[in-house]
């Protein structure tokens, strides 16, 4: 993944300070960040599935906060009514026998919404919201179709929806076409920091308009792809197919300008094999059967992309450093040997804010590491 650079483009500047500002607050959170903050360039709905506590809700709630526009939020539960998210039924206009809703403040008006246990909704809601999340239309119970504005729709849940909790909750979880699954802190460092730190709220210092957002969508939509990418993705798409994933025509189809998203908000001019990486949280159609590793495999092997090298050694990092024993002299040296050997891998990989932010954590715990093992003796 690139470093995001000064632009001349103040709408990208926006994207970049939020992206550093939010990243900075949230620990371990770079992915998701970047995922959301993609999806709102790209005007698709995005579904964050993880355990209670993890910083779903602060995530989704500060990009909400950061953007203009109208805004409604939900937390669902099986009491929902419709009418909380539709709003109530008009008298005024039921006296003169038509059916209508006060829409006002609800989700028929919302640029943006946030859907809290998206999957807890009644059959009613998850009707409702099929169609709005789908086609973007509502239907007040009179057969008419109305538009809505909604521009992008934030989910979060604690758990997936499988074919065992029903067929709705399948449709209604492919109407997202980014998911991703949101794992606890894992480093001893992000953990002191999660403890240690009073206020996680990221503090944004900008606010970006609905009409910037436009803007943003307008500019990635004309990035070319380079042929290596074009490449690469078709390559992806094949390599996927034989491990048995097969991602819809419209998912595969909608990966394209996902994709385009992704480079815009890196800073790039064109869609590298690099910008690749977003696309594995769209190219799987279940979460059974291991489709989203599958795709982050194949993915990662073909396109190669930084950000999930990274990623990927940093955990190698992370598991070294909870075997070694550092009361036992032979066993620190063979895991600083480890995490010198990782610093160097990562030292290959082309220059990259989170490369370098990567390799300052890893000094940190080598430094650690030694005078850990110094005391112990
Ligand atoms: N990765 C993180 N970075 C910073 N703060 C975090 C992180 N994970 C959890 N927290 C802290 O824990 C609090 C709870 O997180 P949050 O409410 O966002 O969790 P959630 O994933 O939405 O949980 P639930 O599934 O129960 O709704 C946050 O307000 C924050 O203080
Ligand atoms: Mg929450």
């Given at each position: 993944?690139?470093?995001?650079?000064?632009?001349?483009?103040?709408?990208?500047?926006?994207?970049?300070?939020?992206?550093?500002?939010?990243?900075?607050?949230?620990?371990?959170?770079?992915?998701?960040?970047?995922?959301?903050l993609t999806a709102l360039?790209?005007?698709?709905?995005?579904?964050l599935v993880g355990p209670p506590g993890c910083g779903k809700s602060l995530l989704l709630?500060?990009?909400?906060?950061?953007?203009?526009?109208?805004?409604?939020s939900i937390l669902l539960t099986k009491f929902t009514t419709v009418e909380e998210l539709l709003g109530p039924v008009s008298l005024t206009a039921l006296k003169v026998d038509k059916y209508l809703r006060v829409t006002t403040g609800k989700l028929p008006e919302a640029d943006y919404s946030f859907i809290d246990e998206a999957f807890k909704g009644s059959s009613a809601i998850l009707n409702v919201m099929l169609k709005i999340l789908n086609e973007r239309v509502y239907d007040v119970g009179d057969g008419v179709a109305r538009k809505v504005p909604l521009k992008l729709c934030l989910a979060a849940s604690n758990e997936w929806a499988s074919p065992d909790t029903g067929k709705e909750l399948s449709a209604l979880s492919d109407r997202f076409l980014l998911r991703k699954?949101?794992?606890?802190i894992r480093s001893q460092a992000g953990r002191q920091r999660l403890l240690w730190t009073r206020d996680h709220a990221p503090k944004l210092s900008t606010m970006v308009s609905p009409t910037e957002v436009e803007e943003a969508r307008r500019a990635a939509l004309i990035l070319p792809w380079s042929s290596e990418a074009k490449e690469a993705l078709e390559t992806i798409l094949k390599?996927?197919?034989?491990?048995?994933?097969?991602?819809?025509?419209?998912?595969?189809?909608?990966?394209?300008?996902?994709?385009?998203?992704?480079?815009?908000?890196?800073?790039?001019?064109?869609?590298?094999?690099?910008?690749?990486?977003?696309?594995?949280?769209?190219?799987?159609?279940?979460?059974?059967?291991?489709?989203?590793?599958?795709?982050?495999?194949?993915?990662?092997?073909?396109?190669?992309?930084?950000?999930?090298?990274?990623?990927?050694l940093l955990l190698e990092a992370e598991q070294v450093l909870v075997a070694a024993d550092v009361r036992n002299l032979a066993d620190a040296a063979k895991a600083a040997a480890k995490l010198a050997e990782i610093d160097r891998q990562m030292s290959s990989l082309k220059g990259n804010g989170r490369v370098e932010k990567a390799r300052l954590y890893l000094k940190e715990q080598l430094k650690k590491l030694k005078l850990a093992s110094i005391e112990a003796v």
């Open positions: 993944m690139k470093l995001v650079r000064p632009d001349s483009d103040p709408v990208r500047e926006k994207f970049a300070q939020a992206r550093k500002e939010l990243s900075a607050a949230l620990i371990e959170r770079e992915d998701e960040v970047d995922l959301v360039v790209a005007n698709e709905h995005v579904l709630d500060s990009v909400l906060s950061w953007t203009g526009g109208t805004k409604f699954s949101v794992s606890p390599e996927l197919a034989k491990e048995g994933v097969q991602p819809g025509d419209r998912r595969q189809f909608k990966t394209v300008g996902v994709a385009r998203a992704f480079a815009y908000l890196c800073g790039a001019d064109e869609v590298l094999p690099e910008h690749l990486e977003v696309a594995q949280h769209c190219l799987w159609d279940s979460p059974d059967g291991d489709q989203p590793q599958k795709a982050a495999q194949v993915i990662a092997r073909v396109a190669n992309p930084v950000g999930m090298r990274v990623t990927q």
